[in-house]
């Protein structure tokens, strides 16, 4: 069936064996969130103070959970201010890459929020088929497969979990969110072709930061998906512009929560294709 094949070979790429697929990423981020406040009855939500994404707020509040950013360099966690803050934390959710531009220290996260009995909720819409979408380091996986993402299907996502026990607190909301069955094949068509997608993605990545690498591009020696480039003034900005018209490159004008707080031009690699 197109469901076992899919749960099948989400559960190859993540290591999780528990696992939900759903509309949309924001249903996976919700059923987490849900999930959390169900297992965990601490004060406050973390989330990182950029480069993240619009609902890793919403969300919580609307569950009645106060949230609490996470200081960041650039959208890298500052790993004292997570141990300053973790002890309060029902759950920490997170992007990896942040941004997707730039590789999150995932290990060192989970370790210091495992010690404080926080849970993590890793984001792998930006990760998904590469090393960095690594169930060993979070309780809670969650992926969209919408538009622009690496699985860039325009619809579904999944939730996951290491511990039956975490995963089944979110049966309830699970049966509100139904898939169809072409929804599962399609979706595995589109997982089928990861090799050559992130073979794409990673090339033009690359000729990016080749072509740019005298501005000043942040964490070029980080793994990621985009390319974000800051700049000081209006020439340099229409310089960066100018680039991505003449090689036919999208993207985003930053300061920007789901990219980095400052003013720089994020190049949309993740578009393409």
Known sequence: MPKNNLIAKIREFTGHDHIQVLPSGNAAIMAAVYVAKKVNKKAFFLIPDQGGWLTYKEYPEMFGIQVQEIKTKDSIFDLEDLKKHVSSGTALIYSNPAGYFAEQPAKQIFDICKKAKCLVIMDVSGSFGNGMCSGDCADILVCSFG??????????????????????????????????????KCILEKIDGLRERWKLLLEAREKVLKDLAEMDIVYPEKKGINVVVRFKDLDEKDKILKYCKNNNLEYTECPRYIRID????????????
Do not use: H, P, T
């Open 147 to 184: 538009k622009w993402k690496v699985v860039d299907n325009g619809y579904g996502g999944f939730v996951s979990a290491r511990e039956k026990g975490v995963f089944d607190e979110g049966k309830v909301f699970y049966k509100m969110m139904k898939v169809s069955n072409c929804s599962y």
């Open 262 to 273: 400052d003013k720089a031009i994020s190049i949309e690699i993740k578009r393409l294709g």
